[in-house]
């Protein structure tokens, strides 16, 4: 309850102040002339103007409103090395208990912890906007921040807080730490598959600010999780290595520099980089036997695509055929065939053998060994059955036959079926969910043409309606080959009966034999995205054992997969850390990073009150460092606006001294009839002085 007068004008004041001259001119001149009963008109002319002034006692019911102090405390992922978690809870704990003994203060506490997903770092100052979005800038008492200092988010002038009260800042951790970090100078985003790469990166090893150089250290660099190359990096200078990635697709780079001395953490040791690797050019040898209806369909599908490099020969005649013929006429050239299968050989991607069949004196049997031999040093090779293959000219009477896995009867089917996916083509990464197998039998239209086969190797994902082989794939040592045992594939491209998936088939069947690691039968991937791991694995086996996953701080966590289709497993998890984790699941590994690859939170994790120190100086703050000592943290006081809000052992908050109104009851001091009495009082008084 506050008691207080106030004047509320009948008249205008300005009005009132016109009024009143010609009285005090006429007051003057009686004063002047030494009238008797000049001071008592001049109270009757001041009661006049004081009765128009309308005083009035004025009494409010207030209600005194707490000021509010906001404690923000920092969990972001640098704040939880060493003993950091436990002095920050300490911390916490104690400035929260010395808050609730200072009366008028209202505590709101704060968590500020990382997004996987931006890369803004440790951003306390949008929590700290976040948490008095609600609260009249006028009853904030001031902030206090409990933080090893590294913050992203400082604001560059007072002003931008939105607030005047200080800001003070809780420092955990030790001064003068030591760290040794790795940080990406220069990296590649894209590079050529098996052509060298340049990569560059910096060590460096700090103490209390103080850069040490002069010194090495190993450092291992790791592509999809294996190993390729390890190399000593002087400390304080720029390294270059060099490099090729191995597949398409992304190549995920890893650099670790070995562990320091004394060393704060090893999660800034580490780098990771993402190149996605591109084919140059991906050479295809295409061998046709003899012309036919789906020849052109392989050109085409092989044409198409501009990453294709394609050397395509049609067999009509073979060399030992001479005529007379003049050479101008010839529409055709003689078969290269020492060029290509002994001189060339190995710079091709992919051999296709089409309805090929052997002939005297086109390839000799050296060239069916080379082939051979550039199949089980890393090769791949496709064979796309015609009639000529069940026949004595079978290229399965070749050296051939130690790489094929089917095996001709003699036997030609013919006849309409549709072709089917076997139980380990739904696994297999080529045939698997193909457009139109999930209906049985399969929305294909039909083919005309079996070779009939026996196999006796390798993985048989296509077949007839009676069993019969119609794809198989098999490994030679290093290489790998396909079989295409009908040659009916080219009716899906024309679209007979509604067409199949052809494109679709054949790139895949392409990709494998590429090694892509995409579509591999046995393949563990890894990927991080809002906020969450997810794990797939893909196997040709029924089950698949838990996966181990190792966080950026190096927790490990087994994940059990659920079968979501054959042989295609998932698993997730959360994924609050930022940066890499790594998982194993037997011999397989994959790696995926949250939030950015190398995240600004722990490019640098040592506790310093540097970038804290502007804003705290500003708003007339202070800065402690908790972590030193318990019993160290700082004192909580009240001051009035003006005065210092920091010492050497406390810390002051503002009092701002707000207050609500319930209710308000005002009394005027001078009613019409006490004012006219007075004054005809103070008028007789006048006349009867003048009057003596």
Do not use: C
């Not at 890893?254 to 050479?283: M, Q």
């Not at 995240?599 to 030193?628: F, M, Q, S």
């Amino acid at each position: 309850m506050a008691w207080n007068i106030v004047f509320e004008p009948l008249l205008p004041v300005l009005l009132i102040a016109a009024l009143a001259v010609p009285g005090i001119a006429a007051l003057a001149y009686s004063a002047w002339r030494r009238a008797r009963g000049a001071p008592w008109r001049t109270a009757a002319l001041a009661v006049l103007v004081l009765a128009l002034l309308n005083p009035t006692v004025r009494q409010e019911d207030r209600e005194t409103v707490p000021d509010v102090a906001a404690i923000v405390v920092d969990r972001s992922q640098s704040q939880e090395i060493g003993a950091r978690p436990d002095e920050t809870s300490a911390a916490l704990t104690r400035v929260a208990e010395r808050l609730a003994r200072e009366d008028g203060i209202e505590t709101r506490i704060v968590t500020a912890v990382n997004n996987p997903e931006d890369e803004k770092g440790t951003a306390l100052f949008a929590a700290l906007e976040e948490a008095l979005a609600d609260v009249p800038r006028e009853r904030i008492a001031g902030a206090i921040m409990i933080t090893d200092g590294q913050v992203h988010d400082v604001p560059k002038t007072a002003d931008a807080l939105g607030f005047d009260a200080p800001v003070h800042g809780l420092i955990i951790g030790r001064k003068g730490e030591k760290d040794r970090r790795l940080r990406i100078t220069e990296a590649p985003r894209f590079g050529i598959v098996g052509e060298p790469v340049d990569l560059s990166f910096r060590v460096d090893e700090t103490s209390a600010g103080d850069q040490q150089a002069g010194e090495t250290a190993n450092v291992t660099i790791t592509v999809d999780g294996e190993e390729i190359a390890t190399t000593r990096a002087t400390i304080g200078e720029t390294t270059e290595v060099t490099l090729s990635l191995a597949h398409g697709g992304p190549n995920v780079i890893e650099i670790d520099v070995e562990e320091g001395p004394d060393e704060l953490t090893v999660l800034n040791n580490r780098a990771v980089v993402v190149a996605n690797g591109v084919r140059d050019r991906l050479r295809v040898l295409l061998v046709s036997g003899e012309p036919h209806p789906g020849e052109r369909t392989w050109r085409n599908l092989l044409k198409s695509d501009p990453s294709v490099d394609l050397v395509h020969f049609t067999i009509l005649r073979p060399p030992e055929k001479q005529d007379g013929t003049p050479i101008g006429e010839l529409s055709l050239i003689a078969f290269p065939t020492r060029e290509l299968f002994d001189e060339k050989l190995d710079e091709f991607d992919l051999i296709i053998f089409d309805r090929y069949k052997r002939r005297g004196g086109v390839l000799p049997i050296a060239y069916f060994l080379n082939i051979v031999d550039y199949v089980e040093n890393g090769g791949a090779f496709l064979a796309a059955a015609g009639p000529a293959f069940a026949s004595p000219f079978s290229i399965y009477r070749t050296p051939l036959a130690a790489i094929l896995p089917a095996q001709p009867t003699g036997e030609t089917t013919t006849g309409g079926y549709t072709p089917g996916i076997t139980d380990t083509g739904d696994r297999h990464p080529v045939t698997a969910d193909l457009p139109g197998a999930e209906s049985e039998p399969p929305a294909w239209g039909r083919w005309f043409r079996t070779i009939d086969a026996e196999v006796d190797g390798g993985d048989i994902l296509m077949e007839t309606p009676d069993g019969q082989p119609l794809m198989v794939l098999a490994r030679a040592r290093e290489g790998r080959v396909a079989q295409l045992l009908s040659d009916q594939i080219w009716l899906w491209s024309r679209g007979y009966e509604g067409g199949g998936p052809q494109a679709e088939l054949l790139r895949r069947l392409a990709h494998w034999l590429m090694k892509e690691p995409d579509l591999e039968e046995e393949n563990l991937a890894a990927s991080a995205q809002g906020g969450t791991l997810t794990l797939r694995r893909r196997t040709m086996r029924d089950t698949t054992p838990p996966a181990t996953v190792t966080t950026p701080t190096g927790k490990t966590r087994e994940l059990a997969m659920e079968e979501v289709a054959p042989g295609r497993f998932e698993a997730t998890m959360g994924a609050s850390e930022l940066g890499l984790y790594r998982v194993t699941q037997g011999d397989l590994s994959a790696v995926a990073a949250a939030g950015p690859l190398n995240p600004r939170e722990i490019a640098d994790v040592r506790a310093t009150e540097k970038p804290l120190r502007p804003i705290t100086d500003a708003t007339g703050g202070g800065i402690w460092w908790a972590g030193e000592d318990a019993g160290d943290t700082p004192g909580i006081r009240s001051v009035r606006a003006g005065q210092d809000a920091a010492g050497s052992n406390w810390i002051g908050l503002r009092r701002n001294e707000q207050y609500l109104v319930h209710a308000v009851h005002q009394v005027p001091l001078l009613t019409g009839p006490v004012a006219l009495i007075l004054i005809l009082g103070a008028l007789a008084l006048a006349w009867w002085r003048e009057g003596r």
